[in-house]
């Protein structure tokens, strides 16, 4: 599967680093390192997701959680 990332989430993900870097000294590059693991996950066949809960669920759509920060993808 080709993962596409939009200009938005990249900004998003830019500044929510800079706040974990703020919070603890690396934190923000283990973020970063986390989301390009969880990309690379999601561009293999069969990748580990589980059903998104309300609208997308209806739509179909699954996610991806970074244990870690709890964010979605």
Same mark, same amino acid.
């Given at each position: 599967?080709?993962?596409?990332?939009?200009?938005?989430?990249?900004?998003?993900?830019?500044? @929510?680093? *800079?706040?974990?870097?703020?919070?603890? /000294?690396? &934190?923000?590059?283990?973020?970063?390192? =986390?989301?390009? +693991? @969880?990309? *690379?996950?999601?561009?293999?066949?069969? /990748?580990? &997701?589980?059903?998104?809960?309300?609208? =997308?669920?209806? +739509?179909?759509?699954?996610?991806?959680?970074?244990?870690?920060?709890?964010?979605?993808?």
């Amino acid at each position: 599967m080709k993962v596409k990332v939009s200009k938005e989430a990249t900004e998003e993900l830019i500044e @929510a680093a *800079a706040w974990y870097e703020l919070e603890l /000294p690396g &934190l923000g590059e283990q973020l970063i390192n =986390a989301f390009e +693991l @969880a990309t *690379a996950t999601l561009a293999e066949p069969n /990748p580990p &997701l589980v059903p998104a809960i309300g609208k =997308a669920a209806k +739509l179909g759509a699954k996610r991806l959680i970074l244990q870690r920060f709890r964010s979605l993808l």
